[in-house]
């Protein structure tokens, strides 16, 4: 309740502040906000309790569970690809983030029909023995029992991962025993399959959602309007009050109530959502609907009409995401495949079917885009690696207050929504004395503040000490600074990276750029489940040897992303003059009364 109480008392200054900056912007603006704010309350709290549902409610192992997120959320962002497009081409944005919505109610609301639990038992010869555990333990509590009697497990080892034995230490009246046998486990086919199906229709309906909400937030704007920076930053803090709000709501009510609980709390989120988007969609003054002079209504296949088709599309996507789930690793391997085919076809597109400075901007938001990838991939580790790493390794309590593990979550949404609106002014600021830094420094700039917070994080690796139990922790207030630095980054990249593709994409092709911006990211959690999993040791091994694993992969990551951060800010004077005509005057160095593309007389220069 302590926290429940925090979490409501620190979002109310950002959501004032806000909602007095909202004023300035149109209307549309606050449905959009309230819509997404509750949209992302659903997939951000299911986010944060999935790594662990799968590791100890259904016991896949720590491997294939990280794999199965990836391809998870690689398939999350690749549906913004279908969607984008058929919003771009047929329904408009508007009927799409209403379906999205639609789909992303039945699938949250199937999450929490998570059935039993998967039951353990481990083979000694021709003994079996029951191994029992509590519906949601951190330190992955386990009991034998024995002649009929739940003893407490001190060590379960595992030898190497993906192997079957396991060494199991208990004590029984008063003496040690050791127990080395083969570990079996066994699964209710039925909820599994409830499981696949829950998240192929969440796939599908962000694949709806997503993109094309995100371009309704591009269309409140005119071209050339200086508060479209300003409006997508403000957008981004409806997104992340969702997410502070998730991560610690549906964190506490999963660790007290059960999985249900957690999973339900979701559920009624993503309900809210399509509540107010449908009620206020009127403020969208028409900037979001379908492209005109397609026929929605004439039927033209099996009687039915485009609309319905498309729809029908939406819910085969679904079926194939339901069948791509349960093979993960094959597909998250196709995934190099999508990424370079498409980011091919987009580059084929620019030379043979765009003017000179068209093709330009498309070439600074494609490099964009992709040295988005790594930042996505380490940004990621978020619900992964680093959510794994805070249940073994950090001391996650405040003044003597223990919380879960997963209300860490709610770090980076917390930040955010006390910075961006701040950031959101500072570009609003610069932009009006033009000196506001251009997309390539604000990308750079990003690069390097996530790559210190792994330093950050290294650092306080090596302050880790033994808790009661032996396991190897560090303070909370590293990892917070570290969220700290992300999230700085973020701000710096995602809002600025939304707001690039409304304006350096081709206007014929707005909502698929959207889509393949989403795509980036998509690929980018394809490569976060591998660079998650070599964090991981076999379970039960010493956590000294765990800590180094995570140690070691950190101190690549950050380096990764310093490197590249500094190589976009060396090419960023290169990369604003290529893109200057669409991306309006702010940054350029120009002599004063020179007329800029939009006709206007510069009063000053600009860097």
């Known amino acids: 309740m302590g926290i429940a109480l925090f979490a409501i008392l620190v979002a109310l200054p950002p959501i004032v502040f806000t909602m007095w900056q909202l004023r300035k912007h149109p209307k549309g603006l606050y449905i959009l906000f309230f819509a997404e704010m509750w949209e992302r309350f659903s997939y951000y709290g299911m986010r944060a309790l999935l790594i662990f549902y799968l590791t100890w409610h259904f016991l896949f192992e720590s491997s294939y569970s990280l794999t199965l997120y990836g391809a998870y959320v690689a398939l999350v962002y690749l549906g913004p690809l279908l969607g984008g497009w058929l919003a771009d081409k047929y329904i408009g944005f508007r009927k799409a983030v209403t379906f999205g919505a639609i789909l992303l109610v039945a699938g949250h609301g199937l999450m929490g029909l998570h059935g039993p639990a998967a039951t353990e038992t481990l083979t000694v010869g021709d003994t079996v023995y029951e191994l029992e555990r509590p519906e949601y333990s951190e330190s992955r ?97 409806g997104i992340n009050l969702g997410s502070f709000l998730s991560g610690i709501f549906c964190a506490l009510a999963a660790a007290q109530f059960g999985w249900w609980a957690g999973f339900g709390l979701a559920a009624v989120g993503m309900l809210a959502g399509l509540v107010v988007f449908v009620w206020g969609q009127g403020w969208l003054e028409g900037r979001a609907e379908p492209p005109a002079g397609v026929d929605l209504k004439t039927p033209v296949f099996a009687g039915l009409n485009r609309e319905w088709l498309v729809y029908g599309a939406g819910l085969a996507f679904a079926v194939a995401a339901f069948f791509l789930l349960q093979i993960a690793s094959i597909m998250t391997l196709a995934m190099h495949g999508v990424f370079a085919v498409v980011t091919l076809g987009i580059i084929v597109y620019m030379l043979t079917k765009l003017e000179d400075d068209t093709r330009n901007a498309m070439i600074g938001l494609l490099i964009l885009t992709v040295s988005s990838v790594l930042f996505w991939a380490l940004f990621d580790q978020g619900p992964t690696s680093l959510n794994l790493f805070a249940a073994a390794h950090v001391d996650n309590q405040v003044m003597g207050s223990p919380f879960p593990a997963p209300v860490l979550q709610s770090a980076n949404p917390l930040y955010i929504m006390y910075f961006a609106p701040l950031i959101a002014v500072l570009w609003t ?73 409304t304006k350096l994409s081709a206007k014929q092709i707005v909502g698929f750029m959207m889509g393949y911006w989403f795509l980036a990211s998509s690929y980018a959690n394809v490569i976060a489940a591998g660079i998650a999993q070599a964090t991981q040791v076999p379970e039960g091994a010493p956590t000294e040897e765990s800590l180094e694993a995570y140690n070691a992969v950190y101190l690549q990551l950050g380096g990764a992303a310093v490197a590249l951060g500094v190589l976009l800010l060396v090419a960023s004077p290169w990369l604003r003059k290529l893109t200057r005509h669409a991306e309006g005057s702010n940054g350029i160095k120009e002599k004063r009364g020179e007329v800029d593309p939009a006709g206007a007389t510069l009063e000053r220069n600009l860097d």
Do not use: W
Request: glycine residues 10%; hydrophobic residues 45%; proline residues 4%.
């Open 429 to 501: 600021y610069l932009g009006n004395r033009g000196i506001e830094p251009n997309s390539f420094i604000k990308f750079g700039l990003a690069m390097v503040q996530i790559g210190a917070g792994f330093f950050v994080l290294n650092l306080g690796i090596q302050t880790a000490v033994p808790d009661a139990d032996g396991a190897l922790r560090i303070s909370v207030l590293f990892i917070m600074l570290m969220y700290l630095l992300h999230t700085t980054g973020e701000i710096f990249l995602s809002p600025v990276g939304l707001s690039a593709v």
């Open 141 to 237: 509590d386990r009991f034998i029992v024995v002649e009929g009697e739940p003893l407490a497990i001190d060590s379960f080892v595992q030898p190497e991962q993906g192997s079957t034995t396991r060494a199991v230490t208990f004590v029984q009246n008063g003496e040690e025993t050791v127990l080395t046998g083969t570990l079996s486990e066994e699964r209710n086919p039925l909820f599994a399959t409830i499981l696949f199906a829950a998240l192929a229709l969440i796939v599908a309906g962000v694949g709806f959602l997503k993109p094309n909400i995100s371009t309704c937030v591009g269309a409140l704007y005119d071209q050339g309007d200086r508060r479209r920076d300003s409006g997508f930053t403000l957008y981004y803090m």
